[in-house]
């Protein structure tokens, strides 16, 4: 067996938020078989099947390397726009920042990550809709919570969690003021969703529309004087 083999990479432990849905699901696959039937009880599996993978919450091989800035979510890339910083952190729509968006299917790890460390400075919840968030317009229409980071450098950045058609809560965990590490979880969303992230000043994007991430392991941003890095140090969380 390879000595760095680890179960938790085959059989991933399951995000907090996910635990009482496992239970719920168990406890009807028990009193199906035991009580009201195979069927019930067949249901009760499949529902705790779901929720095991729906609520994975993998480890990721985070860069230590402090420049990259790294996906915050698992998904695919389907926008990479120009954009105003966000009229909830002060944007006047004279800010015009780099826009990546990620959108996150059912299938998708969806616990989010931080994509760089940093201070969080504002953090701002905005009641909307729920689209699917596959579509740009989802990124002002929809249910979002925004979240301002203050990087090291003095670079302030924002990434934002969408609820999309099928989400329907937007969990996040951490505070204003609060330090994050690259990679660090900060929360949630269930069950199929979006993120959008505004790149700091002169950065430029390290990926293309359509690529597959995830969180807390691929880079999607650099510096835009500095080339796409070849290898970066990796630290396991």
């Not at 719920?24 to 009880?41: K, P, R, S, T, Y």
Request: net charge negative.
């Amino acid at each position: 067996m390879h000595e760095n083999f680890e179960l938790s990479e085959f059989f991933p432990p399951t995000h907090k938020e996910g635990r009482p849905f496992v239970l719920v699901g168990f406890a009807i696959a028990l009193l199906g078989f035991v009580f009201l039937g195979d069927i019930v009880g067949l249901a009760g599996l499949i529902f705790t099947a779901f929720c095991l993978y729906f609520f994975r919450d993998p480890a990721r091989r985070v860069p230590t390397d402090p420049v990259p800035i790294v996906s915050p979510a698992d998904g695919r890339v389907c926008d990479i726009v120009m954009a105003p910083w966000p009229a909830e952190l002060g944007g006047d729509g004279n800010d015009q920042r780099i826009r990546i968006s990620i959108f996150l299917s059912v299938l998708d790890v969806h616990v989010n990550r931080a994509p760089c460390a940093g201070r969080i400075k504002q953090i701002a919840y905005v009641p909307g809709k729920m689209l699917n968030a596959n579509l740009e317009k989802a990124s002002a229409d929809n249910e979002r919570n925004i979240i301002a980071l203050e990087r090291s450098d003095g670079k302030t950045m924002a990434f934002v969690q969408i609820s999309g058609f099928v989400a329907r809560r937007i969990v996040c965990d951490v505070e204003e003021g609060d330090m994050l590490e690259a990679g660090t979880r900060f929360g949630i969303i269930r069950f199929g969703s979006r993120m959008d992230v505004y790149l700091p000043e002169g950065y430029a994007p390290a990926i293309g529309m359509g690529q597959v991430t995830l969180g807390g392991e691929t880079v999607i941003a650099m510096p835009a004087e500095k080339p796409e890095p070849k290898a970066i140090a990796v630290a396991k969380r």
